[in-house]
Antibody
Framework: QVQLQESGPGLVKPSETLSLTCTVS?????????WGWIRQPPGKGLEWIGN???????NYSPSLRSRATISVDKSKNQFSLTLNSVTAADTALYYC????????????WGKGTTVTVSS | EIVLTQSPGSLSLSPGERAILSCRAS???????LAWYQQSPGQAPRLLIF???SRAAGIPDRFSGSGSGTDFTLTISRLEPEDFAFYFC?????????FGGGTKVEIK
């Protein structure tokens, strides 16, 4: 069974960098899927942050491209998100996910991790 | 960026009734990239439909998707107690993935 688990600090100070890691179990990250990050601010809808392929090729939401970086560590079967210069608007529930190639559906989601940006 | 608008925002129905949820796109969507999800409180979303009309593995056949172009529909033929939840659509286009604002299906 494929499982994704997010990990990282739950509290980040404004202007600092948010860093999250997603550990994939039950499936090789080098398999034929993208790996992505999605977030959901409190009381708001879902926002896609970006995807990465095991080759390291990534694409990002235009609104977050300047601040977000997604990377992959095949040796640990993990992928990570860094988001720099965070503000309160980055407070959200962050999900990692497996994204189908070609159809771009999300068939496996992590449980999500809450990140609060506050001093 | 393609904007997905879902309607209605909420739907009050009784178990056994049919639910029809709409997802309208601001421009033409590739049907292969239109998906529907269900989310219950405190849970991660669950994939129901992909490629506009294909049911994901393990999804009961009371869930069906249809549509093309800019108008897509999710139909739940007979609501079961576990179907009262939040539903949203998603597409992939030139600017990446975007999500609709969602429809809440509530028990009447």
């Amino acid at each position: 069974q494929v499982q994704l688990q997010e990990s990282g600090p739950g509290l980040v100070k404004p202007s600092e960098t948010l860093s999250l890691t997603c550990t994939v179990s039950g499936f090789s990250i080098s398999g034929g899927f993208y790996w992505g990050w999605i977030r959901q601010p409190p009381g708001k809808g879902l926002e896609w942050i970006g995807n990465i392929y095991h080759s390291g090729s990534a694409n990002y939401s235009p609104s977050l491209r300047s601040r977000a970086t997604i990377s992959v560590d095949k040796s640990k079967n993990q992928f990570s998100l860094t988001l720099n210069s965070v503000t309160a608007a980055d407070t959200a529930l962050y999900y990692c996910a497996r994204v189908g190639i070609g159809y771009y559906y999300i068939d496996v989601w992590g449980k999500g991790t809450t990140v609060t940006v506050s001093s | 960026e393609i904007v997905l608008t879902q309607s209605p925002g909420s739907l009050s129905l009784s178990p056994g009734e049919r639910a029809i949820l709409s997802c309208r796109a601001s421009e033409t969507v590739n049907s292969n990239s239109l998906a529907w999800y269900q989310q219950s409180p405190g849970q991660a979303p669950r994939l129901l439909i992909f490629a506009a009309s294909s049911r994901a593995a393990g999804i009961p056949d009371r869930f069906s998707g249809s549509g093309s172009g800019t108008d897509f529909t999710l139909t739940i033929s007979r609501l079961e107690p576990e179907d009262f939840a939040f539903y949203f659509c998603q597409q992939y286009g030139g600017s990446g993935l975007t999500f609709g604002g969602g429809t809440k299906v509530e028990i009447k």
